[in-house]
T-cell receptor
Framework: GEDVEQSLFLSVREGDSSVINCTYT??????LYWYKQEPGAGLQLLTY?????DMKQDQRLTVLLNKKDKHLSLRIADTQTGDSAIYFC????????????FGKGTTLSVSS | DSGVTQTPKHLITATGQRVTLRCSPR?????VYWYQQSLDQGLQFLIQ???????AKGNILERFSAQQFPDLHSELNLSSLELGDSALYFC?????????????FGPGTRLTVL
């Protein structure tokens, strides 16, 4: 079945870049997403990329997609302590491409 | 604020009981999705409704059911509750049947079964 894999933890210093990686299995996925979850909060959509794109940049966020390897990454430039959260990679799946399959999430810890 | 609202925020109940979780989608969104987030299973898709009709099912237990009403709000009913049902339940909405580009999530309902 479909599965999305992420590393569980990443620790960086404030001001450094963070790179969170994800691999997915459904080659027919049309959109891939990054969500952020802060402690005790819901899921915030950070950005998404359409499957025919290689890269998408949105302010401090850069998403890279390698369809051949089914690899997705999220780069956060100039990481701040406020970026500390759990980051989820997700892909669409299903006959109509409706629901999302999520990875287990990567906990990003930013130290000052 | 995503525009998706969920009530209640917290729910504490006992094993064997039944609860109802409520979700109001963003204005104009016709699709509602329910997800369960637990420590061992992570975030899992349960069920989707579109304009009142069930459209897709994920890992939803038979003890769980959902519906979407004419005003597009949705309810998730959990019955014969077990300790393992303790989790955060999210509702999400999107404008179209196929989810469009974005699904927006509500703040979640934290269910604790004692």
């Amino acid at each position: 079945g479909e599965d999305v894999e992420q590393s569980l933890f990443l620790s960086v210093r404030e001001g450094d870049s963070s790179v969170i990686n994800c691999t997915y299995t459904d080659s027919s996925s049309t959109y891939l997403y990054w969500y952020k979850q802060e402690p005790g909060a819901g899921l915030q959509l950070l950005t998404y990329i359409f499957s025919n794109m290689d890269m998408k940049q949105d302010q401090r966020l850069t998403v890279l997609l390698n369809k051949k390897d089914k690899h997705l990454s999220l780069r956060i430039a100039d990481t701040q302590t406020g970026d500390s959260a759990i980051y989820f990679c997700a892909e669409k799946y299903g006959q109509a491409g409706t629901a999302l399959i999520f990875g287990k999430g990567t906990t990003l810890s930013v130290s000052s | 604020d995503s525009g998706v609202t969920q009530t209640p925020k917290h729910l504490i109940t006992a094993t064997g009981q039944r609860v109802t979780l409520r979700c109001s989608p963003r204005s104009g969104d016709l699709s509602v999705y329910w997800y369960q987030q637990s420590l061992d299973q992570g975030l899992q898709f349960l069920i989707q409704y579109y304009n009142g009709e069930e459209r897709a099912k994920g890992n939803i237990l038979e003890r769980f059911s959902a519906q979407q009403f004419p005003d597009l709000h949705s309810e998730l009913n959990l019955s014969s509750l077990e300790l393992g049902d303790s989790a955060l339940y999210f509702c999400a909405s999107s404008e179209g049947l196929a989810g469009g580009r974005e699904q927006f999530f509500g703040p979640g309902t934290r269910l604790t079964v004692l």
